[in-house]
């Protein structure tokens, strides 16, 4: 059975960093890319980032460039996302998602909330 | 970037009957579309993937149909239990991008 477990969620003052973590299982993880999307409570969905299966490939919405960094641990089954410079409009769940462009998105994790508020 | 035109918003709906939601996109995403379900409280299901392919395990009452820019997701009789939002994703090209969103409401 596919399981995604996102963690590292919170509440973080604006400009705070915060590191998301999704544990993955059930699936040979180094041979899937992987995407977060992220839902502000009540709102709709927006893709937030994506990592190609060796980590050779990565982009990101322009809401977020340089400011979020994705990265992955295939020896650990575990996918990153690094938040730095956290905006208030960054309130969102953040879910971690098997799949990217071309292929799709499959499996979602349960979704982790972070809250940006001073 | 390719975007998603997703219709209607909001519905309102009685059991049994059907409905039909509209994604639009922006060019050509041939059949690069999935139709996800999302309950509230939870993390977003996949129904439909390849624009008409139904994920394993959905009930066949769910359908999906389209290419090109138009595509449809079909409930062919609402159970108590569809009541939920309705997304479709792009998934042809980076950034991905996800409909606005479809409420059925119950009437």
């Known amino acids: 059975e596919v399981r995604l477990v996102e963690s590292g969620g919170g509440l973080v003052k604006p400009g705070g960093s915060l590191r998301l973590s999704c544990a993955a299982s059930?699936?040979?993880?180094?041979?899937?890319?992987m995407t977060w999307v992220r839902q502000p409570p009540g709102l709709g969905l927006e893709w937030v980032s994506f990592i190609s299966s060796r980590s050779s490939s990565a982009y990101y919405a322009d809401s977020v460039k340089g400011r979020f960094t994705i990265s992955r641990d295939n020896d650990n089954n575990s996918l990153y996302l690094q938040i730095d410079g956290l905006r208030v409009e960054d309130t969102a769940f953040y879910y971690c998602?098997?799949?990217?462009f071309g292929v799709g998105l499959d499996y979602w994790g349960q979704g982790i909330l972070v809250t940006v508020s001073s | 970037d390719i975007q998603v035109t997703q219709s209607p918003s909001v519905m309102s709906a009685s059991v049994g009957d059907r409905v039909t939601i509209t994604c639009r996109a922006s060019q050509d995403i041939t059949n690069y579309l999935a139709w996800f379900q999302q309950k509230p409280g939870k993390a977003p299901q996949r129904l439909i993937y390849?624009?008409?392919n139904l994920q394993s395990g959905v009930p066949s009452r769910f359908s999906g149909s389209g290419s090109g820019t138009e595509f449809t997701l079909t409930i062919s009789s609402l159970q108590p239990e569809d009541f939920a939002t309705y997304y479709c994703?792009?998934?042809?090209?980076?950034?991905?991008?996800f409909g606005g969103g479809t409420k059925i409401e119950i009437k």
């Open positions: 390849a624009a008409s």
């Open positions: 994703l792009q998934h042809k090209s980076q950034p991905l991008t």
């Open positions: 059930g699936f040979t993880f180094s041979t899937y890319s």
């Open positions: 998602v098997r799949g990217g």
